[in-house]
């Protein structure tokens, strides 16, 4: 069964780091671009970061540039997102998704369950 699993979500203080992974099975996830998207309370789904086949290129979106890292851990056919100086604006339930093309022609059609991530003091 094709599918992605993400895990690593929690309560964390301001100024705190988390790491999530998103593991792909049914198929090996370093052979599609990866990305990961967050939705917070009352708001639309936005993208966080975007990972081509392969991790050739990588992009951030504005608000979490300097702050998180993506990075594919092919061993564990998984792909992780450590976030680093958290704020509470990065609240959210966040997704992994899988395209069989590149960012920007991207379609991601298969997703995970989601993670949440709360930031609060």
């Known amino acids: 069964q094709v599918q992605l699993v993400e895990s690593g979500g929690g309560l964390v203080q301001p100024g705190g780091s988390l790491r999530l992974s998103c593991f792909g099975s049914?198929?090996?996830?370093?052979?599609?671009?990866v990305g990961w998207f967050r939705q917070a309370p009352g708001k639309e789904r936005e993208w966080v970061t975007l990972?081509?086949?392969?991790?050739?290129?990588?992009y951030y979106t504005d608000s979490v540039k300097g702050r998180f890292f993506v990075s594919r851990d092919n061993s564990w056919n998984a792909v992780r997102l450590q976030m680093n100086s958290l704020k509470p604006e990065d609240t959210g339930i966040y997704y992994c998704?899988?395209?069989?093309?590149?960012?920007?022609?991207?379609?991601?059609?298969?997703w995970g369950q989601g993670t949440q991530v709360t930031v609060s003091s």
């Open positions: 998704a899988r395209s069989e093309y590149d960012p920007p022609l991207a379609e991601w059609n298969i």
């Open positions: 990972m081509s086949n392969g991790a050739g290129s990588i």
């Open positions: 049914g198929f090996t996830l370093n052979d599609y671009a």
